[in-house]
């Protein structure tokens, strides 16, 4: 199967910071990239997607950057809030095949 | 839409009992998937299909785990008989096609004991 890994389990940041939250690929093939949202006792919510013929995609506080040299995929969130607080996954495609998911990265937001 | 829903919300049972979850997909949409969500092992995808046909089932643990989408509107993932290890949160997707983000329900939570 594929790899799809978060560099940081847990991150912390203060209300109002900005958070990044990274992960890694390793099939340089993946054309693909989701972010979800998962909050406690939910299912995984679609944030924002990117696919690999762009390096950067805005959202509403968030974005996305897709580093295809070092397949590195980034989520940016602006001006954290404390719902932002949830675990968050990428995700990765390659040709229409079935998504793989990576262990996810736990966000605190300290009020 | 009401998004995909799943049933029950929670579910515990006794080794050895047959157990059966739910999935309702959001309207229109001709895909359909069963994932596991475990700390250890993350989000497995176990089986999904197209227009209600199974086509990749290679995920599926093994023969214990059962699944079927009579209609367009419903789909079931059985186990017989349950163990300890199949405890895990259950979640059921949907999407009009392959390359278009999932749409989850909001789990099955399975305690085996």
């Known amino acids: 199967g594929e790899s799809v890994g978060l560099h940081l389990p847990t991150l912390s940041v203060q209300e109002g910071d900005n958070s990044i939250i990274n992960c890694a690929y390793s099939?340089?093939?993946?054309?693909?990239f989701i972010w979800y949202k998962q909050e406690s006792g939910k299912g995984p919510q679609f944030i924002i997607d990117?696919?690999?013929?762009?390096d950067k995609r805005q959202g509403q506080r968030v974005t996305v950057l897709l580093n295809k040299t070092v397949k590195h995929l980034s989520l940016q969130i602006a001006a954290t809030q404390p719902g932002d607080s949830a675990v968050y996954f990428c995700?990765?495609?390659?040709?229409?095949?079935?998504?793989?998911f990576g262990t996810g990265t736990s966000l605190t937001v300290i009020p | 839409d009401a998004g995909v829903i799943q049933s029950p919300r929670h579910e515990v049972t006794e080794m050895g009992q047959e157990v059966t979850l739910r999935c309702k997909p959001i309207?229109?949409?001709?895909?359909l998937f069963w994932y596991r969500q475990t700390m250890m092992r993350g989000l497995e995808l176990l089986i999904y299909?197209?227009?209600?046909?199974?086509?990749?089932d290679s995920g599926m643990p093994e023969d214990r785990f059962s699944a079927k989408m009579p209609n367009a509107s419903f789909s079931t993932l059985k186990i017989q008989p349950s163990e300890p290890r199949d405890s895990a949160v259950y979640f059921c997707?949907?999407?009009?096609?392959?390359?278009?983000?999932?749409?989850f329900g909001n789990g099955t939570r399975l305690t085996v004991t």
């Open positions: 995700a990765e495609n390659i040709a229409g095949n079935q998504f793989y």
């Open positions: 299909f197209n227009n209600n046909v199974p086509i990749d």
């Open positions: 990117i696919r690999s013929n762009m």
């Open positions: 309207s229109g949409h001709d895909y």
């Open positions: 997707a949907s999407s009009p096609d392959r390359v278009t983000p999932l749409h």
């Open positions: 099939n340089s093939a993946s054309d693909y």
